[in-house]
């Protein structure tokens, strides 16, 4: 290999590793914020309820959905990802400092509003996942794709893992200081935090990411393999399949993501900061299972196959679900919500608002769920949500085959997107109406449903090699 092959190939792979860290910093970026975002709008507002939460959780997800197909195409039509990439990460650092300003715009409806509008911009700024996903189909080889997929996948559910953690770390400042208006404490010093990792991303993209690479090599090699297996297409049933199955594994961990708060405040009679605080360790110390799905998910996949575990990954998570469902022992803590109201004027005194909202009537006859069950389930959940990812997104690389695929996986994205915009306003709505037993039993249901989808269509995610395996061995026999 010369030298300028050598250093073409060195820039290649550390471009791609670059795009790995900007999926995981997006979603680390993410799921930063879930944990405290029910507190905020409490502290912004004591009237909200948790419809306003699936509104404001579901911001983020409704501006990358429509982010996601405008950015791609731009990219397409530069045939560079790094200026998109940039003004992305530029929407991402304005969107969260309106989330944190949000407080200093007064009282009423409005700072709740800022919130939302802040998550829908930073939503957009999010696009650039569907950029780095696109970058990896278009400067990789065949051989090459599906490894890298997986890594990127991989890298970007460890920030959806992570994320928690870095919200318990911001938990400790409490009520924390404020310079005039500005305030800086445990529910906008995530967003900021997300601030200066959005601008590390840019400062490591503008310094080492280099886009020298001709795509047209990879592009070429495709074509060729491709015209010598024209009697075959791809088989479209089984990305339909698999994008169906995204859409569940991404809704079921995003469910988790936002209701945990205040499924702990509620069933626990916890207050906010404490709320905050074992959601947030929940989460980090159960990641270890996420991180060992990581490092088996391979050899799993050898082992049994990738249709199997995708099977088991869902089955699991309804398992999980079953555990949610409210058994007791006891009902929960009948401990005071939110100050009175009357005549729309608030009378508040310096307790924080705590346990669950009692103007809802579940919260009169519901059991609650024990810290145990909500360990357990968390665990079965951060185990299973990565298996499911991952062996997805690389079945869809497989089911392709030398095809192209950035049109592919930036539809993908959307629907993870349109998941995380949709699980959360439903759910949301469900639980402030009907309580965590309504969220439990759909939810399993869903699960075991996608458990048996996968058998049932079994035959329709079968890769493309296996088929133009079994093609060749029909000719020749």
């Known amino acids: 290999m010369s030298l300028d092959n050598t250093r073409l190939e060195h820039n290649r792979w550390r471009s791609i590793r670059i795009m790995y860290l900007t999926l995981f910093l997006n979603s680390t970026g993410f799921s930063i914020i879930l944990p ?7 502290e912004l507002s004591p009237t909200v309820n948790y419809s306003f939460l699936g509104i404001a959780a579901a911001g983020f997800s409704v501006g990358q959905l429509f982010a996601s197909p405008i950015m791609g195409k731009w990219s397409t039509d530069r045939g560079r990802v790094t200026l998109p990439a940039q003004i992305c990460m530029v929407l991402g650092v304005l969107g969260n400092l309106m989330y944190a300003l949000a407080g200093t715009a007064g009282a009423g409806t409005v700072p709740l509003w800022l919130v939302t ?17 696109s970058y990896h189909s278009t400067v990789t080889s065949i051989d090459e794709r599906t490894g890298v997929v997986s890594k990127g996948s991989m890298a970007q559910a460890s920030g959806f893992i992570i994320g928690p953690g870095l919200s318990f770390l911001t938990s400790l400042a409490g009520k924390g200081i404020q310079y005039r208006s500005i305030v ?11 601030v200066v990792l959005i601008l590390f991303n840019m400062i490591i993209l503008a310094l080492y990411f280099r886009e020298d690479v001709p795509p047209t090599e990879f592009m070429i090699n495709s074509v060729i393999q491709s015209s010598e297996i024209t009697t075959l297409r791809v088989r479209w049933s089984g990305v339909v399949v698999c994008s169906v199955l995204f859409y569940i594994a991404m809704m079921s961990f995003t469910i988790t993501e936002t209701l945990g708060t205040p499924l702990l405040q509620a069933e626990l009679g916890l207050s906010q900061t404490k709320a905050i605080k074992y959601s947030s360790i929940f989460l980090t110390c159960t990641s270890v299972f996420s991180f060992i799905t990581f490092s088996i998910v391979t050899p799993l996949g050898r082992r049994f196959g990738e249709r199997k575990m995708m099977g088991i990954a869902f089955a699991l998570s309804g398992i999980a679900y079953i555990l949610l ?11 005071q919500w939110t100050p009175l109201a009357v005549n729309n004027t608030v009378f508040q005194d310096d307790k ?13 006859t519901q059991l609650r769920v024990s810290i145990y069950q909500y360990i357990c389930a968390t665990s079965i959940l951060l185990f299973a949500y990565p298996l499911s990812t991952v062996i ?4 869809v690389t497989k089911i392709l085959g030398p095809h192209p695929q950035g049109t592919v996986l930036g539809i993908l994205t959307g629907i993870g997107c ?12 469900l639980f402030e109406l009907l309580g965590p037993v309504i969220v439990s039993i759909v939810m399993c249901i869903t699960c075991f449903v996608a458990t048996a989808t996968s058998y049932v269509f079994r035959s329709r995610l079968d890769t493309f090699e296996n088929r133009i395996q079994r093609l060749n061995a ?3 026999t």
């Not at 800086?184 to 997300?194: G, K």
Request: some cysteine; charged content about 10%; hydrophobic content about 40%.
């Open 474 to 476: 029909e000719i020749f």
């Open 352 to 364: 924080e608002v705590v346990g669950c909202n009692w103007s809802n009537k579940w919260c009169y």
């Open 418 to 429: 349109l998941s995380r915009a949709v699980g959360p306003a439903i759910f949301s709505s």
């Open 36 to 42: 405290s975002l029910w507190p905020y709008l409490q």
């Open 392 to 395: 997805i997104i690389s079945r």
């Open 325 to 335: 469902y409210p058994m007791g022992p006891g009902h929960i803590p009948r401990v």
């Open 184 to 194: 800086f404490d445990q529910y906008t010093l995530p967003a900021y935090l997300c």
């Open 117 to 133: 509008v802040g998550r829908v911009i930073t939503g957009a700024g999010a696009g650039c996942i569907a950029l780095a996903r």
